[in-house]
């Protein structure tokens, strides 16, 4: 059986990762699996342990850093976040296309291990309109909206490093572009 393709989905906080990947994920043709990362921060109302991510403490998340188990782990607003590597081989095993949804740094860890992964970086139409979706989303204290918002600048000087660049103005045809570019992928993977 060949290998499931990996694909890193960036962009910015707040830029609609989450929202599009909604829109997507369920469609059978990609075969996707959703890798669920480790994270030190709390939980959002509504979120699930083990669904939304794992979360876990700051002594554990070091712990799996010196014992080889992240794929890739970044520090992001004063908290980490990484992926469990034994569930992305695993799944990609099983010809299951994985799917990474990270932050710049770590995608830069990826694709340094992994040159043939697939990366995509959602933009957001304007910077004003990410900073009306992250306020939006009313789920941080100002501090770290503002934190998050510096970081976006900085991220955004990371497209060069990206295969493919998908702007979210409506969730529905970016999710729909996602899909075009995932679909041409596995057939050329296919044809090789
Ligand atoms: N490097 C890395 N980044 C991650 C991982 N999981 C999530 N992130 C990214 O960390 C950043 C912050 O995530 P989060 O606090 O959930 O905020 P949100 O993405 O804005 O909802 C986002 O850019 C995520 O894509 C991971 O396993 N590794
Ligand atoms: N295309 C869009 N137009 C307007 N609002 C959007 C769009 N995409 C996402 N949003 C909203 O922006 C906020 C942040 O989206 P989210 O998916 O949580 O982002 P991320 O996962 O990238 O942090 C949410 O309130 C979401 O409903």
Same mark, same amino acid.
């Given at each position: 059986m060949k290998r499931g393709l990996l694909i890193i989905l960036s962009g910015p906080s707040g830029v609609g990762k989450g929202t599009i990947r909604k829109y997507f994920e369920k469609d059978d043709r990609?075969?996707?699996?959703? +890798? &669920? +990362?480790?994270t030190t921060r709390s939980p959002r109302q %509504?979120?699930?342990? %083990?669904?939304?991510?794992?979360? &876990? &403490?700051?002594? !554990?998340f070091e712990e799996a850093i010196k014992n080889g188990e992240l794929?890739?782990?970044a520090e992001f607003v004063g908290n980490y976040y990484g992926t469990p590597l034994n569930e992305v081989e695993r799944l990609r095993n099983e010809g299951k296309n994985v799917l990474l949804e990270i932050e710049v740094q770590g995608a830069t860890q990826v694709q340094k291990r992994? #040159?043939?992964?697939? +990366?995509?970086?959602?933009? #957001? #139409?304007s910077m004003d309109e990410l900073e009306r979706r992250i306020r939006g989303r009313r789920s941080e204290?100002?501090? *770290?909206?503002?934190?998050?918002?510096? !970081?976006? +600048? $900085?991220? =955004? !000087?990371? *497209? #060069?490093?990206?295969k493919y660049i998908v702007c979210n103005d409506d969730p !529905?045809?970016?999710a729909e572009l996602i899909k075009t570019i995932i679909l041409? $992928? =596995?057939e050329l993977e296919e044809n090789k």
């Open positions: 990609l075969n996707l699996a959703y +890798s &669920t +990362s480790m %509504g979120e699930k342990d %083990g669904v939304d991510y794992f979360f &876990t &403490t700051k002594e !554990k794929l890739e782990y992994c #040159p043939d992964a697939l +990366s995509i970086f959602i933009i #957001p #139409p204290p100002e501090e *770290i909206i503002q934190q998050r918002l510096a !970081k976006a +600048s $900085h991220e =955004m !000087k990371m *497209i #060069p490093n990206y !529905k045809l970016a041409r $992928h =596995m």
